[in-house]
Structures are given as C-alpha cells and as structure tokens.
C-alpha cells in the first residue's frame, strides 16, 4: 500500500506548491468548520444572561463559522482540482506512454479488453482517491482533533473512550477492508475477462456474422455471468459486514459515551453547556466518520484498480535502447545477419538457427519457404521487437541493438501482410508517418501507390473515413494505403510482407507495379506469398525449419529438382495434384 500511494503522490508533488497551498486551506476549513458545536455551548450558557448582546454573539459566530467554513471548502475544493486534473493527466500520459514503449512481446499477449478496464478504472480510481483521502479522511482527521481539543477540557476519561472508541472502529474497518479488497480483486479478474470477451465479439464481428453464430456468442456471454454474478455478490457482501460489524460497535459507544456525560451533569461535574457541546460533537463527529465508513469502502474499491492501473508502469521492457545509442545518418542499407538464433520468449525451441546473410545495399531479397520457418520472425528481429538470443544484425556495419529503437524503425518503411488503419480518413492514415507531411506529398504518395484514382473517386476524397481498422476499404487498397504511408517516410530499407495470395488479379497488378516503382535504389525485402514477385527479385532465400537452406535467383533455383523452392513453385503453379 505505501509504494502505491508513493506512486500516486509523486504525481501529485509535481505541483508541490498548488498542493501545499490546497493542503492549509483545506486544515483551516476543517478547524473551523468543526467549531460549530462549541458555538452551541456558548449560546446555552448566554440564555440565563437574558442579555440580548451576550445571545446574539453566539448566534453571530455560528453564522460568521458557517459562511466562512463554506467560502474555505469551495476554495479548498477548486485548488484541489488545479493539482488533481494535470496529476491526473500526467498519470495517463505516464502509463499510455509506457504501453508504447512496451515490447512486441507484451502486446502479443496483452487481452485488450481487460488494459482497457484497467485504464478506465484507474483513472476514475485516481481522481475519487485524492477527494476521499483529503476530503473525506482529512476532515474526519481534523474534526477529531478539534473534537479531542475540546474533550480534553471536559473529562481526560471521556476523551480516552473517544480514542478508543474511535481507535476500536478503524482496526474493526481495515479488517473488513482488507478482506472487501480481496474480493474485489476477485471479482475485477471475472469482470476483466467479461469485457475481453465483449471486445473479442465487437473485433470480430465479420466472423460472427460469416458463420452465424450470434447465439453461440451470447450463450458464450452468459456462461461468463455466471462466475461474474457470484463472485458480485460475494463482494457487496463486505458492504453489509462494514455496515453492521463497526455501525454496533461505533453506537454502542456513542451510547458509553452519553451515559458519561448524563453522570457528570447529574453530580454536577458538567455544565448543561458541556453536555450540549459533547452530545453535539459526537453527533456531527460520527456523522463524518460514517460517511467516512461508506467512502472508505470506495477507497478500498479505488485502491484496488489504480494498483492494477500502476502496475502496468511494472511491465518490464525486455528490448531497451543503449544507454549512448548511435546515430545513423544517410544510410545505405546494408543489412548484415550473421550468426543469429532465436527463441521466442518463454520457448526453448529456436525458430531461427545459424543464420548468416549479407544484404547489399539496394538489392532486393524475397525470403520464401512453408508457414513457420521463420520468415516473420527475421523482420521481427531487424525492427528489435526482439533481440537476437544469438550473433547479431548489422545495418549498415552498426549492430542494430546499438541504435534508438525509434531510430532504428524510422530507417526502415514495412508494408505488413494485414494493415491495421486507424478509424479516421485516408489522409489521415496516410500521413501517420511523417509528421509534418503536406497534402501535396500525400496525394503524390497515393500516386506512387497507383491509389489516387481510387481516392478521388470517393465521395469526399482524401477526407474519407476508412471506418475501425480500415474496415470500409478492400484488401487492396488498404495495402495500397500501407504503400503510400511507408512511401512517405522515404525509408532506405522497405519490408513487404506480402499479402496479394487472396486479392484478385487487378489489385494484385497494382500493388506489385506500386512496389517496383518505389523499390528503386532502396533495399527491399520481401516475405513472399506469391511467385509473381519471386520472379523478379535478384536473390531469393530459401528457408526451412529456421535455417537457409538455398539462395540465388528465379531461374537457379528451379534447376533444383529436389529442393524446396522448385517444389513450392510447382505446388503454387500447377496446383495440389503435383503431389500425386
């Protein structure tokens, strides 16, 4: 507990002097709006005065207490907010931030439906802690202090049962508490897996809808309530134990307390005035602490999402930028693996072994072999979404874990098999790249990309929106889109995972002519799908179980009888009854 709220209040000390300023407003308001019961003594022990002046004094107090202890709260409240708002925004900057940098690795595994219950719960968590912990457990502080202050005048043994009344109430609380933390953790993994599966149906909904099985995703849903509904009820039970377990005991002491007091007026040991000052603080004092009692079951609610909403600033980066990184200043993009093995996190088995290969620059390499020899995973390597577990890469003669991750991609454009687009316009997705791009580069790039024809015959042009995750565009003008944003960034390295195996003929000629235009003088690599391509590359790698097992161009590699390209050529030409 104490490194989360040190985790909290280094946001907040960020604006130490507005938070140090909203801190003695907020002291001064308490003090003195707790001084209302002692106004109540003195207006009682005035009324046998029958003196007008001596009445009204007390009544002119109380007045002036009030509108000035409320003037303070509301001043009190908007300097809380000058520090809460930014602290708040800084947090979800801070942890959006760290998402970013996140390896590929975490993203992989990540269940986005349960980050973004993390992110929306913490955030409320983070602004409904700071007003419960300042406002609702600083109050009841100050009050109890002014509260003693006064006691201590009256009776030492009324102000030891008060402490340990109030002592007796936290200890019973923070018991209860822990255990309604404990079930509400419990409780938030069932709800975090109810909204992965909510946003699994929402992503997928085309698949859904292809194989009609709406029912099966709502029966789907409502198995899930079942776990979610009982572990609900478990938690709001903890509700009711708070309620009933400290409500007795505070009431009951409330109870020792008045018969104390109804003594020593009887024998003459209190005035009417303190009696009427006790009663009077004990009332407003356990209102407080019971509106403490119900705010402090949100506290524990709170404390348990912003722990999930921190802790995401816990994930490790597994890839890390060098501590003096190089800077690469026009490259020619030589790429050079020598030696390098790999193993995906968490697996023993290496999908890449021994691997050497020497890219000059401008040449282009299509790299092709069956699903899951490793092809993907090269590219994965050269972006440092891992690292080599083994030798190294070079770009140009500079081992790439030497560079600035960010560096490192800005060098190099991808083309990946299935663009993700944002939902936003086709201008918009087009220029995400370079930052400062103009609409005169962007319509260019379409051009380059063979995609302008297709924008302008859109109803609004470059304004268009491509809908969630390019949903409106077809397969090929997404990777038409994803050709013309890479284009932009005029990169001297350009990886195509190719994806033209289920697009029709026309757009698979006006992708591969869009990319030989740009390929020029660049280094190109190519995770081949289709033959059409192969044909034209100056070297093809040829790879199978993680290792290279041939390299050399078109016509080289099909003299090959026995190998493996010769067989995927004529598998993917001919068609399946080659194998008979």
């Given at each position: ?209 292809f194989f009609a099985q709406e029912v ?155 699903s899951g020899v490793g092809k993907t ?194 598998l993917q030409a001919h068609g399946p009854?080659?194998?008979?």
């Amino acid at each position: 507990m104490l490194k989360l709220l040190k985790r909290f209040y280094q946001f907040l000390w960020i604006y130490r002097g507005k938070f140090i300023l909203f801190l003695l407003v907020l002291v001064v308001a308490g003090v003195i709006g707790n001084l209302g019961p002692y106004t109540y003594k003195l207006l009682i022990e005035a009324l046998p005065s029958q003196n007008y002046r001596q009445i009204l004094l007390p009544v002119l107090l109380y007045v002036g207490v009030r509108v000035i202890s409320n003037w303070l709260s509301a001043l009190s409240n908007f300097l809380g907010d000058r520090v809460l708002i930014p602290a708040a925004r800084d947090a979800r900057l801070t942890i959006f931030r760290h998402i970013q940098d996140l390896d590929f690795a975490f993203h992989v595994n990540k269940n986005t439906g349960s980050l973004i219950s993390a992110f929306k719960r913490g955030d409320n968590a983070f602004f409904n802690l700071f007003n419960n912990i300042h406002h609702e457990i600083g109050e009841v502080a100050i009050g109890l202090t002014v509260l003693l202050f006064f006691f201590t005048g009256i009776s030492p043994l009324i102000t030891i049962l008060t402490v340990a009344i109030f002592a007796g109430n936290i200890l019973l609380g923070w018991q209860l508490i822990g255990i309604n933390i404990a079930k509400r953790k419990l409780f938030n993994e069932v709800e975090d897996e109810l909204s992965g599966i909510i946003t699994d149906n929402l992503i997928n909904y085309e698949t859904v809808k292809f194989f009609a099985q709406e029912v099966k995703e709502e029966r789907r849903l409502r198995r899930s309530f079942r776990d979610w509904t009982q572990r609900l009820w478990q938690y709001v039970n903890t509700f009711r134990l708070i309620d009933i377990v400290v409500g007795t005991v505070s009431n009951l002491g409330a109870l020792l307390i008045f018969w104390l007091m109804i003594k020593r007026l009887i024998t003459g040991q209190s005035s009417v005035g303190d009696f009427v000052l006790v009663t009077s603080f004990m009332t407003s004092f356990y209102y407080q602490f019971f509106r403490l009692l119900y705010h402090l079951r949100g506290i524990a609610r709170d404390f348990t999402d912003i722990q999930s909403y921190f802790a995401i600033l816990e994930e490790k980066i597994l890839v890390r930028d060098p501590a003096k990184p190089v800077k690469l200043l026009n490259i020619q993009g030589e790429i050079n693996f020598g030696q390098v093995s790999f193993a995906y996190p968490g697996f023993s088995k290496k999908v890449l072994k021994n691997i050497n290969l020497l890219i000059k620059p401008g040449e282009s390499v299509a790299f092709v072999g069956r699903s899951g020899v490793g092809k993907t995973t090269i590219v994965r390597l050269l972006l440092r979404f891992y690292d080599v577990a083994q030798g190294k890469i070079a770009l140009d003669g500079v081992d790439i874990r030497r560079l600035a991750k960010r560096q490192l991609r800005s060098l190099i454009g991808i083309v990946p098999q299935e663009p993700i687009l944002f939902n936003n316009t086709v201008e918009f997705n087009i220029g995400y790249g370079h930052q400062r791009a103009t609409h005169h580069q962007i319509i260019k790039a379409a051009k380059m990309a063979n995609l302008d024809n297709f924008i302008q015959s859109l109803p609004e042009q470059y304004q268009t929106q491509v809908g969630e995750r390019g949903i409106k565009l077809s397969g090929g003008q997404k990777q038409r889109l994803a050709i013309a944003r890479m284009l932009l960034t005029d990169p001297k390295v350009i990886i195509f995972d190719e994806a033209t195996s289920n697009l029709d003929s026309e757009s698979e000629r006006l992708i591969q002519n869009a990319l030989w235009k740009i390929a020029r003088d660049r280094t190109l690599l190519i995770i081949a799908h289709r033959f059409a391509t192969v044909r034209r590359v100056g070297k093809i790698v040829v790879m199978d179980r993680g290792r290279i097992v041939a390299t050399g161009s078109h016509q080289q590699l099909i003299k090959n009888k026995q190998g493996i390209y010769q067989y995927l050529w004529r598998l993917q030409a001919h068609g399946p009854h080659v194998l008979r």
